[in-house]
């Protein structure tokens, strides 16, 4: 852990100064959505402020955006940027420490375990959700925990597990299961079922979702693991690329007494290539077993991120490395502290906190701050428009999930030049008091807007009616 803390030493020296999320923080829909959250929860209620979206009609209730709140319920006080770091890298080195006691839990020895380990923290993949600016999907270390009490004796130890494995499926109910199945392969214990403590209560909260599960096809991009990133080839960004040394688990997979920790790594490995593997990101042509699987349980299909199941699949070849390495020369222990530190400025660069903090349309939120009424923000169609809520605090058309109504679609159509000869009048009518306009992307034509409203009354603000 120590370690990797070592290798992230500039972006943590940063903290005060960006957010540690993707590269475009505020155009990035699953990070607004997680900071928006805990900016909800602090400021009157996430339920409040989802009546607040897709205005007038409101927002659906949370669980069909954001299943496990959990952390903004709990952490909602934290402050942007410092606070958020700190969590971020929190659960980071929470992953490589629960992972180091998985490791030892093996059979591995100390020298092999140090080995394996800085590869670990070495691998700019063990930041790829992190470095997202997601929160709880990049949480891994209950599961990791769960799998070092298994070789514990005692019933406690077992239910321990259990308990553990349900709270990974708290964080992300996906990779409880990956967990699940992994301690099932290593060794099933009647204890596990203790999961079921935690699991039940969070189904039946789950319960609206389930007609809807299977819905959607995954989406394209960053959602699995690219062959490309396990030879940590230039074809894929940074943090999709696996720490060279890793890999010779693979081999270590084949020692005596190893073959189940093989058999979680190449389970890990199957999901986290995901359901049509490509060599860099994109879509792939050839299906894989995977793909039936999804297709043949009820409820899988919903899985849109395989590539989270390399918290799995990395800590399992850290464990095979480390059982290798026990069994070399001293003087092996060499290179992979070598390689390790090779590999300091991709870790770096993948953790992405140098960001600004600011949202685009800054000075538009804070005119708006004091006004009243329900606002447009025609250029922040789901996500952006999020990231300015935070600010401005008032109404908004647009959503955590578009397509809620047809207010804020028809008002950018109308504004892009289609005919509407109404949808003025009903903004007027539903409370909308002023049209957003921000370049978020680049230059936006107002012309059409300017001819019907007039000129701007604030910084991109466009007023539609006297405020009530």
């Known amino acids: 852990m120590a370690f990797g803390a070592l290798l992230l030493a500039g972006p943590i020296a940063t903290f005060d100064q960006g957010i540690w999320g993707p590269h475009a923080p505020y155009l990035h829909r699953d990070f607004l959505g997680a900071v928006w959250l805990f900016w909800a929860e602090g400021a009157g209620g996430s339920e409040f402020w989802l ?13 069909f955006h954001i299943p496990n709140p959990w952390d903004g319920w709990l952490l909602h006080d934290l402050t942007l940027p410092e606070g958020w ?12 420490g629960a992972a180091a006691l998985f490791v030892r839990s093996t ?3 100390p020298r092999g375990t140090l080995g394996a380990m800085a590869l670990l923290a070495a691998s700019p993949l063990m930041l790829h959700e992190i470095a997202g600016g997601r929160t709880l999907s990049g949480v891994a270390w209950p599961g990791l925990l769960a799998l070092a009490l298994l070789p514990v004796e005692g019933a406690a130890a077992g239910i321990g597990a259990g308990l553990l494995l349900g709270l990974q499926g708290l964080c992300y109910l996906y990779t409880g299961l990956l967990f699940g199945l992994a301690a099932l392969v290593l ?20 319960a609206p979702l389930w007609g809807g599960l299977d819905t959607g096809a ?21 943090r999709f690329r696996l720490a060279p040394g890793l890999l010779l688990g693979l081999l270590g997979g084949l020692l005596p007494g190893r073959g189940r920790l093989l058999a979680v790594v190449l389970l890990a490995g199957l999901v986290a290539l995901g359901d049509r593997p490509s060599w860099a990101l994109g879509g792939g042509s050839v299906a894989s077993p995977l793909a039936w699987v999804l297709w043949a349980v009820p409820g899988l299909g919903r899985m849109h991120h395989p590539v989270r199941a390399l918290f799995l699949l990395l800590p399992a070849l850290a464990a095979l490395v480390a059982a290798l390495l026990d069994r070399l020369p001293r003087s092996a222990l060499l290179l992979p502290l070598a390689l390790a530190l090779c590999m300091t400025g991709q870790v770096e660069r993948a953790a992405a906190v140098a960001q600004p903090v600011e949202p685009p349309g800054m000075a538009s939120a804070a005119w708006l701050a004091d006004k009243e009424g329900a606002i447009v923000d025609l250029t922040g169609e789901g996500g952006e428009a999020l990231g300015l809520q935070i600010r401005h605090g008032r109404p908004i058309a647009e959503g955590l999930r578009q397509g809620r ?18 949808v003025l009048s009903e903004l007027r009518a539903a409370g909308f008091t002023y049209l957003l306009v921000v370049e978020r992307r680049g230059p936006v034509d107002v012309s059409r807007i300017e001819a019907a409203l007039g000129p701007p009354v604030g910084p991109g603000v466009y007023a539609l009616a006297t405020p009530p």
């Open 405 to 422: 109504g047809d207010l804020s679609a028809r008002t950018r159509a109308w504004a892009a030049g289609e005919a509407d000869a109404t």
């Open 187 to 206: 060794r099933p214990r009647a204890g596990l079922l203790a999961a079921g403590l935690l699991m039940a209560p969070y189904a039946a909260y789950l």
């Open 85 to 96: 770091n700190r969590m971020q890298l929190g659960h980071h080195l929470a992953n490589l």
């Open 51 to 63: 009546s607040q979206q897709s205005w007038p009609q409101g927002g659906l209730p949370l669980v």
């Open 218 to 238: 995954p989406p394209a991009g960053f959602t699995r693991l690219p062959l490309a990133g396990l030879f940590t080839a230039e074809a894929v960004p940074e």
């Open 107 to 109: 059979g591995a020895g």
